[in-house]
């Protein structure tokens, strides 16, 4: 098992290169929006006087890699500064928001994975069938639909008039757990259609690719089912990949559901990220991108190492 944690090892030091340089490009990209921050918190009504002030408060006078070599110190540190626009701690704002993000993931995980695994064995089963054909119509479409535009079908089918959803899943504070299942239906639906079709196909797709193999042809001539021979000697042995597009998925989850926090004013880490745009409040923006980019290599190292566990060849070298 050594070689297991050396490459954990390896995984964890290359997602805090990837980080670095990931706070870089973000600390580079708040940098080059156009206008003056100081400007947009005080207003066009502001003095020159008033507006330089607030410039040497911030420290925005002084060089943008001191700015960068502090903010990143802070990071360490644990501090992710304060809101520009209500003064609040950054930390405080992304803590309260980033457990409805999660559950909103979990909650869409936890309909998107067994369905995916579900429809793509049915699928490699049936393969060429009515059904297979008609699995891979339905996930191509719900791929290739923009996320707002599948947000705003199921608005319109089922938070119409007399609709039996919400279409805001806006609420305040840690809601029932009913509740929370009633109000974020919708978005959770949005994103399980999203990135149901990519796990389906590569489960059938990996199903159908072993189904060739010399043992499971010794497991049909043996007269085994051929569910079972699915389950029981196909599935264990495509799971890796299967694993990999799951934890990319999920990371989508969590990292790209901006737009979809937006359409149903979900009160995420989506939603808190596009006001703090619209307000310039960039010591939010930096942050939350910045916990996006984390969740991600933090995705991306488990997805490796469960693949890698997952392959006996892998674990127990010789």
Same mark, same amino acid.
């Given at each position: 098992m050594s070689h297991i944690l050396t490459m954990i090892a390896q995984r964890l030091a290359l997602g805090l290169v990837t980080l670095f340089v990931v706070s870089l490009i973000i600390f580079l990209g708040t940098e080059l929006l156009p206008g003056d921050f100081a400007q947009e918190i005080l207003g066009q009504s502001a003095t020159p006087e008033t507006v330089a002030a607030l410039r040497e408060q911030l420290g925005l006078n002084d060089p943008m890699h001191i700015r960068y070599m502090g903010w990143l110190t802070d990071i360490l540190r644990g501090d992710f500064g304060e809101s520009l626009a209500n003064g609040q701690s950054v930390a405080d704002l992304i803590g309260r928001r980033l457990g409805n993000t999660l559950r909103l993931a979990l909650y869409a995980a936890a309909i998107a994975v067994p369905l995916s695994l579900i429809l793509g064995i049915l699928a490699a089963?049936?393969?060429?069938?009515?059904?297979?054909?008609?699995?891979?119509? !339905?996930?191509?479409?719900?791929?290739?639909? $923009? %996320? #707002?535009?599948?947000?705003?079908?199921?608005? @319109? +089918?089922? =938070?119409?008039?007399?609709?039996?959803?919400? !279409?805001?899943?806006?609420?305040?504070?840690? $809601? %029932? #757990?009913?509740?929370?299942?009633?109000?974020? @239906? +919708?978005? =959770?639906?949005?994103?399980?259609?999203?990135?149901?079709?990519?796990?389906?196909?590569?489960?059938?797709?990996?199903?159908?690719?072993?189904?060739?193999?010399?043992?499971?042809?010794?497991?049909?001539?043996?007269?085994?089912?051929?569910?079972?021979?699915?389950?029981?000697?196909?599935?264990?042995?495509?799971?890796?990949?299967?694993?990999?597009?799951?934890?990319?998925?999920?990371?989508?989850?969590?990292?790209?559901?901006?737009?979809?926090?937006?359409?149903?004013?979900?009160?995420?880490?989506?939603?808190?990220?596009?006001?703090?745009?619209?307000?310039?409040?960039?010591?939010?923006?930096?942050?939350?991108?910045?916990?996006?980019?984390?969740?991600?290599?933090?995705?991306?190292?488990?997805?490796d190492v469960l693949a890698t566990l997952s392959n006996p060849r892998l674990v127990h070298r010789r």
């Open positions: 089963l049936f393969r060429n069938s009515f059904f297979d054909r008609f699995v891979n119509a !339905s996930a191509l479409s719900s791929i290739s639909f $923009p %996320e #707002f535009f599948v947000a705003y079908i199921l608005i @319109f +089918l089922l =938070a119409g008039a007399g609709g039996a959803f919400p !279409s805001m899943a806006n609420f305040r504070g840690t $809601p %029932e #757990f009913g509740d929370f299942l009633y109000r974020a @239906f +919708l978005p =959770a639906l949005t994103l399980t259609l999203v990135v149901t079709a990519h796990m389906m196909r590569m489960t059938r797709a990996a199903i159908i690719n072993l189904l060739a193999s010399p043992y499971i042809e010794m497991a049909r001539l043996k007269g085994m089912k051929p569910m079972r021979i699915i389950v029981k000697h196909a599935l264990p042995n495509a799971l890796a990949p299967i694993i990999n597009v799951i934890a990319l998925n999920l990371a989508y989850l969590i990292t790209g559901v901006v737009v979809v926090e937006v359409v149903f004013v979900y009160p995420g880490l989506g939603q808190l990220m596009v006001d703090s745009v619209a307000a310039r409040d960039m010591p939010v923006v930096q942050g939350v991108a910045l916990i996006f980019a984390a969740a991600y290599v933090l995705l991306n190292l488990t997805a």
